[in-house]
């Protein structure tokens, strides 16, 4: 039996999408309803996830794993010979989880406040912490990934927060290390397997979402 992947299409669920695909591990991808927690395989998710947010990670044996970080270290060492992240104990696996936890701190959260109405009242300063952290992340990156010439999962989980932009009204051409980031990303084959498994498409502005036909691309389950 196969791990199974709770998830919404364009959500922060697809960066360990993307990082199951760049390991090439058999993963079940188990859409969810962001508004009645149904997933499509039958199951309520909050009896999965009582938070009702994607992801969460069924393993082959049952335990479950929450929270998009910790799923893709967990992954990443199912696998260590791909060098997703470096191995326990060395100052480059600090330096992914550092970059971990900044996007997940830093961008991940107040970059979905931005789409959501509930936050209106406090959208000029969501938008103004954004662009300081986004500014400041655009001078720091390390070569083509954030930590120098090889692709890790940090670099998985920036590009989905990134392709955001068109949705939460950043603007990434004003940031062009950052925009470049974003491409070079997008142009992996692992990357673009799992956008079209999600049905994900290019717009002509170069950033992901959802055929015309479909709803706008949210950023995750609420």
């Not at 999408?17 to 991808?29: A, F, G, K, M, S």
């Not at 673009?192 to 498409?201: D, T």
Request: aromatic share 8%.
């Amino acid at each position: 039996m196969a791990m199974k992947l709770y998830m919404h299409p364009g959500a922060c669920s697809l960066s360990p999408h993307i990082v199951c695909r760049e390991l090439d591990l058999p993963v079940e991808l188990v859409e969810v309803d962001r508004r009645t927690h149904a997933a499509s395989d039958g199951e309520d998710f909050l009896r999965i996830n009582g938070n009702g947010y994607v992801p969460a990670l069924v393993l082959e044996d049952g335990q479950t794993l929450t929270e998009g970080p910790a799923i893709v270290q967990y992954l990443a060492d199912l696998r260590p010979e791909a060098g997703l992240l470096p191995p326990p104990g060395c100052v480059g696996r600090a330096q992914v989880q550092s970059w971990l936890n900044f996007v997940t701190a830093e961008l991940h959260k107040p970059m979905v406040m931005l789409m959501l109405p509930a936050y209106a009242p406090a959208r000029a300063a969501l938008a103004a912490l954004v662009d300081k952290r986004l500014d400041w992340l655009a001078g720091q990156i390390a070569g083509p990934y954030l930590t120098g010439g090889r692709f890790t999962v940090a670099d998985a989980y920036l590009f989905v927060c990134l392709n955001w932009s068109p949705w939460n009204g950043v603007d990434l051409a004003r940031r062009p290390a950052l925009e470049a980031l974003h491409r070079r990303v997008a142009a992996r084959p692992a990357v673009q397997a799992a956008l079209a498994a999600e049905g994900l498409v290019r717009r002509d502005d170069g950033f992901f979402g959802p055929r015309p036909a479909e709803a706008v691309v949210a950023a995750g389950a609420q």
